[in-house]
């Protein structure tokens, strides 16, 4: 493995959180290993004194704010004690808190742990039409618990905004050094992002279409087990559109042929919880452009990630496709 997760680094990772376990109450017999590399490292933690696993997640340093990482737990637990979804509960630290920590090569390391919850990844080929409608019936009820909820004092999220997303200020890096970029792939995208920008405009900030979304609303991070589905990582909540939760749920296969049937199915499911404006279908694919340069941008500044080397430069080519059907619906 290459890049920044070499398999000594990860160990060094494993054995820091290894060395916290005991915040979670976990004994001196416990084993910790990889689950998955993404924008942090998550580890499963197998205490033979315990019932169920403990899940660790080590941060990325330089991305999330301590008081970013507790209002992420807060939000959880506030969706979790209204029974909004399925989600796994945040442990506490045994020193206070929800975030303990330790240093490597003079950074520090922030470490959160979750409750264990069983399921499995839904598949991109299985028939997800079902799942889609309640992961809008979901999204719905994300969205109207964020419009009544009281945030607690000091809560901060990134925001997800055309700036932060795709354009000067951009959290995930900027696009413009894709894999695989050529001059006139170059070109195109330009001009999709210009009419992004304009199309966001129109569409605006207002209460009824932007708040608090978990952002990440992707197959990895949706857990299916005997017809429920859960949701976890909401490491990248923030402020953003709303719609913007289906986006995010076709990340990286945008380009499949099954999609308007899953947007159909997510649109359907969330008008039997609450109400989206007509124009939701016509500013989807302006959601979908918006996702897709995001993740193009987060392949290139995250190139040491499993999932930035499994897609390589021929996602940037599905972003030229898609960005070329985008700019032929210009209006």
Request: overall charge negative.
């Amino acid at each position: 493995m290459g890049g920044l997760y070499t398999e000594s680094f990860l160990e060094q990772l494993r054995a820091g959180a290894m060395a916290l376990a005991g915040e979670w109450g976990l004994s001196g017999r416990t084993e910790v290993s990889l689950l998955t590399i993404s924008e942090n490292a998550t580890f499963r933690a197998d205490d033979p004194e315990r019932e169920t696993p403990v899940i660790l997640r080590v941060h990325r340093p330089g991305y999330h704010t301590r008081a970013e990482i507790e209002s992420e737990l807060a939000w959880i637990e506030a969706l979790r004690a209204e029974n909004v979804l399925p989600t796994p509960a945040p442990l506490p630290c045994r020193s206070g808190g929800h975030v303990a920590g330790f240093d490597l090569d003079g950074e520090r390391r922030d470490v959160v742990a979750f409750a264990f919850m069983s399921g499995r990844e839904p598949l991109p080929e299985e028939d997800l039409e079902e799942g889609f409608r309640e992961l809008g019936e979901i999204s719905a009820r994300l969205h109207a618990h964020v419009r009544r909820w009281t945030r607690p004092a000091g809560f901060v999220r990134k925001t997800w905004d055309f700036d932060t997303t795709v354009g000067r200020r951009p959290h995930w890096g900027d696009w413009r050094a894709a894999l695989g970029r050529r001059e006139p792939g170059r070109k195109l995208l330009e001009r999709a992002t210009v009419e992004l920008e304009r199309r966001l405009a129109e569409i605006g900030t207002g209460p009824e279409v932007f708040g608090l979304i978990h952002a990440d609303l992707r197959l990895a991070n949706l857990l299916i087990d005997s017809g429920r589905i859960a949701v976890i990582d909401f490491d990248d909540c923030g402020f953003g559109w709303f719609l913007f939760d289906f986006a995010a749920a076709i990340s990286f296969f945008e380009t499949d042929p099954a999609i308007p049937g899953l947007q159909a199915a997510w649109l359907e499911g969330y008008r039997s919880v609450a109400k989206l404006p007509t124009t939701a279908e016509m500013q989807m694919e302006t959601f979908i452009m918006l996702r897709r340069l995001q993740l193009t941008a987060w392949i290139a500044s995250h190139a040491e990630t499993p999932t930035a080397q499994e897609m390589g430069a021929g996602f940037t080519d599905g972003t030229l496709a898609i960005a070329e059907h985008f700019l032929s619906g210009r209006s």
